[in-house]
């Protein structure tokens, strides 16, 4: 074929990509241009016939999305340019893809996608305004292209314990600026602290973010890994014990009852310790995972007799420690005592139906608030008419102590 036959196809092709045959016009093309070379002037066309190629593959089709993007890079093309965010935007897809086919084993062999090496490519100089706009769907902002590239390449250099480059971490910072609002990002900018070791900025970002976010158990989780097991083990134990209570699922959670044994056992308390293992073994038998060498470290530590033990009454008594380490800065608000609601006695309720000892306590202002006095270590039988110091986080009470 002759340049002008090359063309012509390019061009015709590329409407007929849209519509949804994009593979197979792709593969077209590929095979042209293993023999010839594609003028110029279809480079354009052809990059938006990969773009849509990649966007109709299946998720499981790893290799074949790596060529085309390689394909895609060997065109001469002036970015940025909206093109080139949406080949990000299926890089970001194929990255997801690759993972999500490595942990179920989906392929007999591994095939790995760096969304590193990629952006050292594609170069983060040519994100655009739209690639850091969000969009709303039914009333609700969804994550920028920019934030959900920071999620993956953190990701990645958390796998590999690298460090980001210069250019990823200006990235990273202006999104820290660019977001007040989301508590991802600063989860990402922390975990960039952790890698450098800076846990001191780690933990006070981690405090942020849980402030916004406290029913995310992995930023709990993170924020106790800045915490040293032999200085404040109580306040540990407080933080992995909110991450594990955390919503989530508890399959997800064996790395943090795994935390919580090492510390347990490191006290002598074998019996709690066995507990958290033997819950891990059970959702690792029943998802057919290996146990880790931690555990297997941690449980040679324990004696053979030991009978293991529920810690839960143990964690709560500590609970109240990990609301001070997050809200400890939020300003203080005098309450008194104004209700007493008794624990239920009836011994035929249990979970939800079960109700514990609760206080209704006013401010100056005769606005009212509800506590568990057991959750901030309180003693349940205060009288009505005694003082307190509170703190407020999104309307409800986060911290209380005697005045």
């Not at 001191?200 to 890994?225: Q, V």
């Amino acid at each position: 074929m002759n340049d002008f036959d090359i063309i012509k196809f390019i061009s015709d092709g590329f409407e007929k990509a849209k519509s949804g045959d994009a593979i197979n016009i792709y593969n077209k093309v590929a095979r042209f241009e293993e023999i010839n070379t594609i003028p110029l002037k279809s480079h354009y066309p052809y990059g938006w016939i990969i773009y849509y190629a990649l966007h109709q593959s299946s998720d499981n089709e790893i290799q074949s999305r790596k060529k085309m993007l390689a394909r895609y890079f060997q065109l001469q093309l002036t970015v940025p340019h909206k093109l080139h965010s949406m080949i990000l935007t299926q890089a970001i897809r194929l990255y997801k893809n690759a993972k999500d086919v490595a942990f179920n084993k989906k392929q007999d062999t591994v095939i790995r996608f760096s969304i590193i090496n990629f952006i050292k490519i594609w170069n983060l100089d040519n994100l655009r305004p739209g690639d850091w706009k969000r969009k709303e769907l039914e009333g609700k902002k969804l994550s920028s292209t920019t934030e959900k590239l920071i999620t993956l390449c953190v990701d990645e250099l958390e796998e590999t314990h690298t460090l980001p480059t210069k250019e990823l971490l200006m990235v990273i910072d202006k999104a820290v600026n660019e977001y007040p609002d989301s508590f991802n990002i600063l989860s990402q900018r922390a975990a960039i602290h952790l890698l450098a070791n800076e846990k001191e900025s780690a933990a006070a970002l981690l405090r942020k973010a849980i402030s916004m976010a406290p029913g995310k158990f992995y930023l709990w989780s993170k924020l106790a890994s800045t915490v040293s097991p032999s200085e404040n083990p109580r306040l540990l134990l407080a933080l992995l014990y909110k991450a594990l209570s955390a919503p989530g699922p508890d399959q997800f959670k064996g790395k943090i009852r795994v935390s919580l044994a090492d510390v347990l056992s490191s006290r002598g308390a074998f019996p709690q310790a066995l507990w958290e293992l033997n819950k891990v073994r059970s959702i690792y038998n029943q998802n057919q995972w290996h146990l880790s060498p931690k555990y297997n470290e941690i449980l040679k530590r324990i004696p053979a007799d030991t009978i293991p033990d529920n810690p839960e009454r143990f964690y709560k008594k500590l609970e109240f420690l990990a609301d001070e380490e997050i809200y400890a800065a939020l300003p203080s608000l005098s309450v008194t005592k104004t209700y007493h609601k008794k624990a239920s006695s009836d011994e035929t309720k249990s979970g939800f139906g079960k109700s514990s000892v609760a206080w209704r306590v006013t401010d100056k202002t005769g606005k009212n608030y509800w506590i568990n006095p057991l959750r901030f270590n309180l003693n349940p039988n205060l009288p009505i008419g005694c003082n307190l110091t509170v703190r407020i986080c999104n309307g409800k009470v986060v911290n209380a102590k005697e005045a």
